[in-house]
Structures are given as structure tokens and as C-alpha cells.
């Protein structure tokens, strides 16, 4: 309630340009920063030996117990044909957790670095239309944040697409 | 307050009494049969003992009577938690040595108007 | 003082399935001839117990019902009525019909009274119909009239109004007082109800002489005078108690003069109760009559019924256990904190380790807790192959076994319906008439057996007929009839066993009592596959058929072998392996150039090694020196290569489903004493995995 107010009190002459935007967690991966939906970050975590799972694809790097649920893995350079590097200091997980018609699914992905947090006006994110590059369907568009291009994650299909 | 020891095989009953007696302040120890109800009393003192009458084990007459013969008993208000249909039980119970009794079903403020007239 | 009577009533809607259980337990075991009193004391004990919870909680439908339930029940354990099938019929069905009407209020919705009404007729003729004598008492009271009066009827004559008041006369039995009873407190609530306008008169003329005294008798007797017009009723509840220890006439005051209202001015012997047998009942707490029926909000309909669990002693006692280990290691942690330096570090690293192991062990305790045996939806199938059997003229006895076996309690829940339909189905399909069985050389009853077990992380759940078997000309002629096969087809047995899982498919020859219910065999496998579990079907003709249900374990515990394949754990379902063997320059056959086999006693075993199965990029070690572990799945045996075996330990099964997807040869994942993920062995489908088509291999193709 507090919150509705103060935000049409600021808004005043626009309210709708300030209610319309989401906020994005970012990280770095290979140069490139991406953004996912900040609400659906459970948490970020260094990254711990995962358990493998055989006979998956390889950007499942196995599953690991958080706090008793089994979690998946995934490394996004893998998942994106990005070269793979050396996990370091810098190397973390985060965990995402997103509604399924089955109900919640809980994964993580393995980034090189966490970035920033940036509110992103919706009106501003643009469409890809970037022919039929395989990861284009991850992706839910770009915005560009401090003349910074960030790819926003359609976390929908990068949780639930495994092939 | 009073010491009431509630004696019921039903656990929701039991939880109604004892929830009941407690909110008025009364200190109140539980038994799910009447031979629990007889080890609980021989070790100490009550105020006041609420029993159901058909009960496994030992039953509320049985249980009365038993109480009756304890010393400490002799005088202890024991009142029947029973059926209007049980006519005969209240007969029983009273030949058994019980106080009275509460006709069931009763609501929380029959429960505590009743025991009134047994305490203080 | 309000209590909102709707917290208990989860409670009593628990206990009173337990009562219905016990009811229904008692009554399916009862000897008609014989009855035990003990077995009818239960079930008594339960109804009554039933109709006294429903009273009080406010469910007036099931008091009225369950009451005339109890008092045929109680006649019959009085032995003054005859326990016959027809009556013991009426009864199971009162059972089911309580049944279904705390189902109804338990869910919040208003409760179908059709059934009971019904039987409710029933028990009634029954009642009136032979023991006149014992009907009256019950009339009234089904209703929650709750009239407390103990009309014991001395003055008949007088209505309530007492007119201008009510005179007296009290005199109690000497033993009065061992009753528990205390005239004081009787006054005293006499001052009550009359708001002070009393006056009471005490006669000692029974008192004894001092040495000739029993303490403990009453020797008193008393005058009241009531000089305000109060109910009848309302004095009578005073008495009520004392009515057969005492002389109490209680007569209307008429033509004194009630309008000097200032009332006693005290006459030399009329004293106030409380200054009369003892002081002690000096607080005489005016309190307004608060007699307002604990209006409890609309009994809370809410749609989300909230469930709870029964657990055993023992499971608790074990987590009290670990909660005291868990205790005794921190407080160890404390003190090792209170002073600590570096050359302690092993200590604390120890006592770490201690309080990982203790809280994981308490977190696998917790989850068992969900684990309940199957016996709680084993329990309603005699009573239902009792009942079917009836209705279908047949005989039919029903084994169980495995009734201990543990299963999660939602997928427990989930189970009781398509068991329910197969059991249905064995005795209507399977099993036949009498007649029949005795035409073809079999004994007259027919047996359904139903066992329950755990193999390979599953539990199997069997229901196995002794009768004629799947009809397979019948399957296929149906499955003509209604489209799902064309006539040219030709079907392999397994094929046309699974014809009858089709939706769509009814072989039913007219809609019985049984097959009306429109649930085909296509729900019941989709209700099983809906919880991971699969359903089979065998079938030898003339000799009966077995369905076959397999119920993954998703949050079931499970004993577990660990063993390690490279710098991996697996573990595998321990009741699956038969043995361990190493290698040891035993002889590995090759059949076919692709597998290996190990001759094993007289037994051709399969290997396959977990490593290429799953490809698992390890160094593992070569076969000579390895380990074999040798598994039973599907009555036939594989041998599994695995570089070495480690501990045994009870595992909580966790579903890599959920946030991930079925792997095959997997079935499950577990958390390891020191956090990490192993995942679980699926013998079959690593069998499967393997391409071992393990039936075609016997010694002949490994001879050649």
C-alpha cells in the first residue's frame, strides 16, 4: 500500500512510466552482461561440487542438495556454446525459481560474475529478432542500461527447455 | 484454583474440558482411561474429577468406585460426564459414589457452571 | 467465558474415523453366535463416543443418527437383542454412512441425510418393533433438547411458576456428604438463583451425642424458603444430584406475603447458609447467569481441510532421541568455543561434523514421519470384499500380507481408489461362481490375495485371483466392438492384456452393481501413472490374474547400498541385491560378441558396467578388480561392476523430477551424511539401459 502511494506520488504527471518497470539482477558471462527477473532470484551461492548426472546434456553440471531439495545445475556458457573457462573466485551460482504449470522448479546457473541490479522500464526493452540463433529463444529481449546493451533471460524456457 | 483431573477415552473431549477448565484458571491433569485416572489420583490430591463413563480398560463407575475407597478420596467431588439416554449409568454412578453429573452434550459455559457447584 | 469450539474439531473428526475403523473391525469379526463383550464394548464405546463429540461439538445431524445406532448397540451388549446378519448389514452401512457424513462436515459442506435418514428408519423398527420396553427413553433425546431438569417428578402437579415462591424441605441421608455432595455448596447456589431472598432454617434434632457421632455423616437437615419466583427447574437442578440421598420436598409458597420485599430481618433462627455449616463459602459471586451458548463463528467452512498425521511413539521417541544427541553436541561446541585455539581445530572440526550427522539424521527422522504403513488402506478391503462377495454370490476369501510395509502418506491417500477398483474388479471378472469353481475341479472359494512390498525403490502392490484368468476372446471381441483394434490384428498376450487398460474398454456382460460406477481400468492407470507408478497385468487361463502396481517411493526412505564407481556414490535399493562378489579370476563368458555373462552357480548373470552404462567420464577400476554386485530385478539377476562398496544406510528418497526431469536408470536422488547429492540405482531401467534382454538368455544361447 505504502509502496503503490509513494510511487504515484513520484510519478505524479506520468504514473504509468513508473509503475511499468521491472527489475533485473545482471551478471557478466564471456563480456556480455544478462538480466533475469529479480524476483525470481532465491539467492546466490559460490559455487560447490555438483553430484553429475549421467547421460544429460553437458551444460548440466549435476545437482546439488540446497537446504534438502535436489537442484539441478546449469552452466550457462555451456548452455549458450560459449567456451567454457575455469571456474575462479568470481564464479557463482544463482539460484532461480519460477511458477510451472506443475507447480515451482528451483535451478541454477552458473555465471562468471554478478554485475548490478537495474529497474528496466518494460517500454524499453526491445524485441531480438535475431534470426534463429538456437539461444534466441532464451532470451526475452535487450535493453540497454547506462549505454550498455543487457540481455534480458526468458527464464521460463531456460529452466524448463533441456536438450 | 481448583486441581481437576478430566478422565475421557475421546481426545477431543479431553482437549474441549481441559482447554475449558484451564481458561477459567483451573490446573487441570488428563487421563485417557480409568485405570490412568486411578495411578494419577493415587499419587496426589484433586479438587475435582470429570469422568466419562464408558471408557476401555476401566470405566467411570469402576473408576468411582475405586476412588471412593482412597482416604483422600472420600469426600472428592466426582462428576459423570454422561448421556441423558443413560438413565441407569446416573443410577450407577451415584450407587459407585459419584457427585453428579454432566449431561452430555455440553458447552464449555455449561462445563464451568456446573463444576461451580462442586468447588469452593 | 467463549471457547471456539471448531479448534477441537479436527481432533474428534480424526478420532471418530478411528471409532468408525474400530466399529467397522469389530463388526466384520464378530462371532454372531458368540458375541465377545469385549468386541461390543468397543464398538459401542465408539458410536457412543461418536454421538458424544458430535453433541458437543454442534453436528446434530450425526448425533441423531449415531444415537439411535448406540442404543441398539447397547441393547445388544446388554443382550437383550440378537446380533443376526441383517442387523449386522444395517450396521456396516451406518458405518459407512457416518463415514461419508463426517466426510461431508469435515470439508465444510452440509451433510447428505438421505442414507442416514434411512437407516435411521431401519433402526427404529427395528426398536419399536421387538423390545417395547427399552424404546421410550430414547425418544427425546435425539434432538440436542439437553433438558437437565432430573424431572424426578415428586410434586407432579406443580408447574414451573412457583407463584410467589418456593418452601424446602431438605433432609439428606447420614452418608450424604461421602457422595462428594456439601449442603453449603448447595445453598449456596440456592442463594443464586434466588438473588439472596432466602431464608434457611436448621434443625439438629438427629445430632447424636458427641462419642456416638460419626464425623462423617450428616446429621442436619434444613428449611429453605425461596421468596422469589424462580422456575421450578432451576431448584430442581440444586436437588438434582441428591434426590436419592436425600428427602427433598420442594412446595410452591402461596399466600404469605410476598410484597415485603426487604427481606429477612432476620429472625432469631434464621441464619445464612454460609455462617451455618462453614465459612468457607464466603465468596458469593453475584455473576450474571452467563448462560449465552458459546456462540461459536459458523463453524469456519473453510475448503482447505487442514490435515494432520498420526505418528507412532516410537518415531517420536526416536526424534526425542536425536533432538538430545543434537543437544549434547552443541552444548560440546559451547564449551569447546569458550576457550578455543588452533590446536583444537581437530576437536571442532569432529564436534562439526557430529552436528552435520545430527541434523541431517533428524531431518531423514522428520521426513519418515510421513511414512505410514500401508495397513491403514488395507484395512478397508475386508469389509469390502465382504460386502462385494454378497452382492455377487460368491465366496471369496481375502489374504493380505505386507500390511506393515511403509509408504509415504500422499501417495497412500492417492492409492485407496484404483485398489479399490482392482479388488472390485478380481472378484466380479476373476473370481468365479461357486458353482462354476466347483465344475472345474477348484475349491468353491476363491482367494484375492493382496501383498504389499518394497523392490527396487518401488512399492509393489499385488492383487492376485485364483479365478479364470483374463478372458482373452472376450478382450479381443470387445476391442473389436468398440474400435480399438481392427479384426485382422494379431496381438501377443501382453498385448491384449493391455486392451483392458484402453480407455473406453468395459467387459463388464451388464452393468452390475460394481461396473456401474463408470471408472474404467483406463482410470485406474492413469491415476497410478499419475503418481509415477505403473500397473500390470498377468493372467494364466483357468488359474487367475495378478495386477501388478509399482509406486515409485518419492519421498519414501529406503535401506541403501553405497557404492562408488570412480570418485562417484551411487546407491542401490539394498533389498534388491542378492550378493557381492569380486571377480577374482572367475570366468566372464562373452555371448555374442557383446555382453559379458558370469556364471554364477548355475546361473548365467548379465554384467553391466554401471561406468559405461552411464558413461561416466571416471577412472574406474578393470573388471579384475572390481566388484560385482549382483541385483534381482524382475525375478531375474544382473551383475553390476562398481569399484567398491561402502556403507549400508536408510536413505530419504528425493525426486530429481521436481526441478529437473526422470533419468533413466535413476530413480531417485538422496542427501549423503556430508551433504551431497547421490543419486539412486533403478535396477529395471538400468537393465533396460543396458539392452540386456535378459529373458532370451538362457544356457542354450550362451552354449552356442
Not at chain 2, 21 to 49: F, N, W, Y
Not at chain 3, 170 to 175: A, G, L, S, V, Y
Request: glycine fraction near 8%; charged fraction near 25%.
Amino acid at each position: 500500500m505504502g509502496a503503490a502511494e509513494e510511487t504515484m506520488e513520484q510519478g505524479n504527471g506520468t504514473p504509468h512510466d513508473e509503475l511499468a518497470t521491472e527489475q533485473y539482477l545482471t551478471f557478466i558471462m564471456d563480456n556480455e552482461e544478462y538480466g533475469v527477473d529479480i524476483l525470481a532470484v532465491q539467492e546466490i551461492r559460490g559455487w560447490e561440487e555438483a553430484t553429475p548426472v549421467p547421460n544429460t546434456a553437458p551444460h548440466l553440471r549435476g545437482v546439488i542438495n540446497l537446504r534438502g531439495t535436489i537442484v539441478p545445475i546449469i552452466d550457462l556458457r555451456l548452455r549458450f556454446n560459449i567456451e567454457a573457462i575455469e571456474y575462479g573466485e568470481a564464479t557463482v551460482v544463482v539460484v532461480l525459481k519460477i511458477k510451472t504449470d506443475k507447480g515451482h522448479r528451483t535451478m541454477g546457473i552458473i555465471v562468471d560474475a554478478i554485475s548490478d541490479v537495474y529497474d528496466v522500464p518494460i517500454e524499453d526493452v526491445k524485441n531480438t529478432g535475431m534470426g534463429d540463433n538456437a539461444n534466441v529463444r532464451f532470451i526475452k529481449g535487450l535493453v540497454t542500461v547506462k549505454k550498455r546493451m543487457v540481455i534480458l533471460l526468458e527464464l521460463e524456457k531456460l529452466l524448463t527447455i533441456d536438450d | 484454583m481448583a486441581k481437576i483431573l478430566a478422565v475421557d477415552d475421546s481426545a477431543s473431549m479431553r482437549q474441549m474440558v481441559t482447554f475449558t477448565l484451564k481458561g477459567a484458571g483451573h490446573e487441570v491433569l488428563e487421563a485417557s482411561d480409568g485405570v490412568q485416572a486411578l495411578g494419577i489420583a493415587k499419587t496426589q490430591p484433586m479438587d475435582l474429577v470429570l469422568s466419562d463413563v464408558n471408557m476401555p480398560n476401566m470405566d467411570g463407575i469402576e473408576l468411582c468406585r475405586n476412588l471412593r475407597q482412597l482416604p483422600s478420596y472420600k469426600f472428592t467431588p466426582i462428576l459423570m460426564l454422561t448421556t441423558e439416554s443413560a438413565g441407569d449409568k446416573k443410577t450407577e454412578g451415584k450407587a459407585a459414589g459419584a457427585t453428579g453429573w454432566i449431561v452430555k452434550p455440553f458447552n464449555p459455559d455449561q462445563l464451568l457452571t456446573t463444576i461451580k457447584k462442586v468447588l469452593g | 467465558m467463549s471457547v471456539d469450539l471448531s479448534q477441537f474439531h479436527q481432533v474428534f473428526f480424526e478420532e471418530s474415523y478411528e471409532g468408525l475403523d474400530a466399529m467397522e473391525n469389530g463388526l466384520l469379526n464378530m462371532d454372531m453366535d458368540d458375541i465377545d463383550s469385549e468386541v461390543i464394548n468397543t464398538i459401542f464405546r465408539s458410536a457412543h463416543s461418536i454421538k458424544g463429540g458430535a453433541g458437543t461439538f454442534g453436528f446434530n445431524q450425526i448425533t441423531g443418527f449415531t444415537h439411535v445406532v448406540e442404543t441398539v448397540l447397547d441393547e445388544i451388549r446388554g443382550g437383550d437383542r440378537k446380533m443376526d446378519q441383517s442387523l449386522l448389514d444395517i450396521l456396516l452401512a451406518s458405518v459407512d454412512c457416518l463415514r461419508g457424513l463426517l466426510q461431508d462436515l469435515q470439508s465444510g459442506d452440509e451433510p447428505e441425510m438421505d442414507t442416514a435418514n434411512e437407516l435411521k428408519a431401519k433402526f427404529e423398527a427395528i426398536l419399536s418393533g421387538q423390545t417395547e420396553g427399552s424404546a421410550p427413553s430414547s425418544n427425546g433425546a435425539s434432538d440436542s433438547g439437553n433438558s437437565q431438569s432430573g424431572n424426578e417428578d415428586q410434586n407432579g402437579s406443580t408447574p414451573d411458576g412457583g407463584g410467589e415462591g418456593w418452601f424446602i424441605r431438605f433432609i439428606p441421608e447420614p452418608q450424604l456428604l461421602q457422595s462428594g455432595n456439601e449442603p453449603v455448596r448447595m445453598f449456596r447456589q440456592l442463594e443464586e438463583v434466588s438473588e439472596g431472598k432466602m431464608d434457611v432454617k436448621v434443625f439438629h434434632d438427629k445430632m447424636p451425642t458427641l462419642s456416638a457421632m460419626n464425623p462423617e455423616h450428616c446429621y442436619l437437615s434444613w428449611e429453605i424458603t425461596i421468596k422469589k419466583n424462580v422456575d421450578r427447574a432451576q431448584i430442581d437442578e440444586v436437588f438434582e444430584w441428591v434426590i436419592d440421598d436425600a428427602e427433598v420436598h420442594i412446595e410452591p409458597l402461596v399466600g404469605t406475603t410476598l410484597t415485603e420485599e426487604p427481606a429477612p430481618a432476620s429472625p432469631a433462627e434464621v441464619e445464612k447458609p454460609s455462617d451455618l455449616v462453614t465459612s468457607a463459602a464466603k465468596e458469593k459471586v453475584p455473576e450474571k447467569a452467563d448462560t449465552k451458548a458459546a456462540k461459536k463463528p459458523p463453524s469456519s467452512p473453510q475448503t482447505q481441510e487442514s490435515s494432520s498425521i498420526r505418528v507412532s511413539i516410537d518415531k517420536v521417541d526416536s526424534l526425542i532421541n536425536m533432538v538430545g544427541e543434537l543437544v549434547i553436541t552443541q552444548s560440546m561446541l559451547g564449551q569447546l568455543g569458550q576457550n578455543f585455539d588452533i590446536s583444537r581445530i581437530q576437536r571442532l572440526q569432529e564436534g562439526l561434523a557430529q552436528l552435520e550427522h545430527n541434523t541431517r539424521e533428524l531431518q531423514e527422522s522428520v521426513m519418515k514421519i510421513r511414512m505410514m504403513p500401508i495397513s491403514f488402506v488395507f484395512s478397508r478391503f475386508p469389509r469390502l470384499v465382504r460386502d462385494t462377495s454378497r452382492i455377487l454370490n460368491k465366496k471369496i476369501e481375502l489374504v493380505m500380507s505386507g500390511e506393515s510395509t511403509e509408504l509415504d502418506k500422499t501417495v497412500m491417500e492417492k492409492i485407496g481408489d484404483p485398489l479399490v477398483h482392482l479388488i472390485r474388479n478380481s472378484m466380479d471378472h476373476g473370481i468365479e461362481t461357486p458353482d462354476k469353481r466347483v465344475a472345474n475341479g477348484k475349491s468353491e472359494t476363491g482367494t484375492v490375495k493382496l501383498t504389499a512390498y518394497h523392490q527396487s525403490g518401488n512399492i509393489v502392490i499385488e492383487i492376485k485371483d485364483d479365478g479364470a484368468g483374463l478372458n482373452k476372446e472376450k478382450i479381443l471381441s470387445k476391442a473389436i466392438e468398440n474400435g480399438l483394434i481392427t479384426e485382422d490384428q494379431t496381438l501377443t498376450d501382453e498385448q491384449v492384456h493391455d486392451l483392458i487398460f484402453q480407455p473406453g474398454f468395459s467387459t463388464a456382460d451388464q452393468v452390475s452393481d460394481l461396473s456401474g460406477r463408470g471408472v474404467g481400468m483406463d482410470v485406474v492407470r492413469r491415476n497410478i501413472s499419475a503418481l509415477n507408478g505403473t500397473v500390470e497385468v498377468e493372467s494364466f487361463p483357468g488359474k487367475g490374474s495378478s495386477f501388478i502396481i509399482r509406486l515409485p517411493l518419492t519421498l519414501a526412505i529406503l535401506d541403501g547400498q553405497l557404492v562408488s564407481v570412480g570418485d562417484q556414490t551411487f546407491i542401490f535399493p539394498l533389498v534388491s541385491i542378492v550378493e557381492s562378489i569380486q571377480l577374482e579370476g572367475r570366468d566372464l563368458n562373452n555371448v555374442g560378441g557383446y555382453s559379458d555373462v558370469l556364471l554364477l552357480r548355475d546361473e548365467y548373470v548379465p554384467i553391466i558396467p554401471l561406468s559405461g552404462t552411464f558413461n561416466l567420464n571416471v577412472e574406474s577400476k578393470t573388471l579384475e578388480e572390481s566388484i560385482i554386485v549382483v541385483v534381482e530385478t524382475e525375478g531375474e539377476k544382473i551383475g553390476v561392476v562398481v569399484d567398491e562398496l561402502m556403507g549400508q544406510q536408510q536413505v530419504v528418497i528425493k525426486s530429481l523430477e521436481e526441478n529437473y526431469k526422470r533419468i533413466e536408470g535413476i530413480s531417485g536422488a538422496t542427501i549423503l551424511g556430508d551433504g551431497t547429492v547421490a543419486l539412486i540405482i533403478d535396477i529395471s531401467g538400468l537393465a533396460k539401459m543396458a539392452g540386456v534382454s535378459i529373458k532370451h538368455l538362457d544356457a542354450s544361447t550362451i552354449a552356442a
